[in-house]
């Protein structure tokens, strides 16, 4: 029975993953700052109310770890923090705001689950490809598309650094996906793929890509936006 750990599980795609992941057997623990009743009814998942931007939070997640679990299969980085606003209004709290969940949230998730990774982990982060070097960006997005880029460095980071430990990380730079965040950024934009299709891409990949990347980036986009 593995253990998976997933983000932003209130909504969209982090919802849909849990629940799959959840009615094929596996046990998932599910941190979103709202916990859907669907979620917290499953008898395979545990949810906890965690604010990925205060770093306080992430004690439950250490608590819960220690006295329930005993080792971490996967994680799924999937929360993510966006402002759409011109750059010239964009303060560094709206940079910090974003960066907290998207950079620092992954940074600090992963040094807690770290003693459970063992050899075969695999952590999985969600990204854009808006933070994909040359790839075609939009107006208002400094914040959200600089901080994608950020966790695609720090997770080539990390597959060098625990490669010899076994754990694999890799990036999904996702494209447009028919998401709550999709429409706060392109309001009216009607994208080709459902979260709930993207989760089910989501959950081959966490299972098996690790057998076959390592420390990669991979575009899984059929449109842009």
């Known amino acids: 029975m593995k253990n998976i750990i997933i983000t932003g599980t209130s909504r969209g795609i982090g919802y849909e993953l849990a629940l799959k992941f959840a009615n094929e057997g596996y046990q998932v623990l599910a941190l979103s700052r709202k916990t859907p009743q669907v979620l917290i009814d499953h008898a395979n998942i545990t949810c906890l109310s965690v604010d990925l931007s205060e770093m306080e939070d992430y004690k439950k997640v250490a608590d819960f770890l220690i006295n329930t679990w005993k080792n971490v299969d996967a994680i799924v980085h999937n929360a993510g923090a966006l402002v759409l ?97 999709l429409a706060e950024a392109f309001p009216g934009y009607e994208a080709p793929l459902s979260a709930e299709e993207m989760a089910d891409y989501i959950y081959d990949f966490t299972l098996t890509g690790n057998r076959f990347y390592n420390g990669k980036v991979l575009q899984v986009s059929s449109s842009t936006p």
């Open 85 to 181: 606003k011109p750059f010239s209004e964009t303060t560094v709290d709206d940079f910090e705001k974003v960066y907290r969940v998207n950079v620092f949230g992954v940074a600090a998730l992963t040094q807690i689950c770290l003693p459970y990774l063992e050899k075969g982990s695999h952590v999985v982060t969600i990204s854009s490809m808006g933070g994909i070097q040359g790839s075609m960006k939009f107006a208002g997005l400094s914040a959200y598309s600089s901080s994608k880029g950020a966790v695609i460095t720090l997770s080539e980071l990390l597959s060098e650094e625990y490669k010899d430990k076994g754990i694999a990380f890799n990036v999904l730079a996702l494209g447009s996906v028919q998401t709550e965040m």
